[in-house]
C-alpha cells in the first residue's frame, strides 16, 4: 500500500489493489449454508489426536454423557478452608 499526506498533515492510505479486487459487496448472496446449521448445537474443535478416536458427533455425545452421568448432581459444598496437600516431593 501506498502512504501519502494530506494537505492537512494526516496520513492516508491509498489502496494498490487492482481493480479486480475491488469487489462489489452489494452483489454478495447469503451464505446458502449458514441455514442449515442448528441454533442450538455447539461446535467444537477437537485436537488431532482425540479425533482420531472419536470420529463421529455420536461418539463424542456418548462418552460425554457417560461422563456427566458419573458426575455428582450438584457441586459439594465446601466446610470451611480446605487443608494443603502434603508436601511429599523431596529435594
Same mark, same amino acid.
Given at each position: 500500500?501506498?502512504?501519502?499526506?494530506n494537505?492537512?498533515?494526516?496520513r492516508?492510505?491509498e489502496? !494498490?489493489?487492482l481493480?479486480?479486487y475491488?469487489l462489489d459487496?452489494h452483489?454478495?448472496?447469503?451464505?446458502?449454508?449458514?441455514?442449515?446449521?442448528d441454533?442450538?448445537? @455447539?461446535?467444537?474443535?477437537?485436537?488431532? !489426536?482425540?479425533?482420531e @478416536?472419536?470420529?463421529t458427533p455420536?461418539?463424542?455425545?456418548? @462418552?460425554?454423557?457417560?461422563l456427566?452421568?458419573?458426575?455428582?448432581?450438584?457441586p459439594m459444598? &465446601? &466446610?470451611?478452608? &480446605?487443608p $494443603?496437600?502434603?508436601n511429599?516431593?523431596? $529435594?
Open positions: 500500500m501506498k502512504k501519502t499526506s494537505p492537512e498533515g494526516e492516508l492510505i489502496s !494498490d489493489l481493480p479486480e475491488n459487496y452483489k454478495a448472496k447469503p451464505n446458502r449454508f449458514a441455514g442449515n446449521v441454533r442450538n448445537r @455447539v461446535v467444537v474443535v477437537l485436537d488431532p !489426536d482425540i479425533a @478416536v472419536f470420529t455420536e461418539s463424542v455425545n456418548a @462418552v460425554l454423557r457417560a456427566i452421568a458419573t458426575m455428582p448432581s450438584r459444598p &465446601q &466446610q470451611g478452608p &480446605q $494443603e496437600a502434603p511429599t516431593l523431596h $529435594e
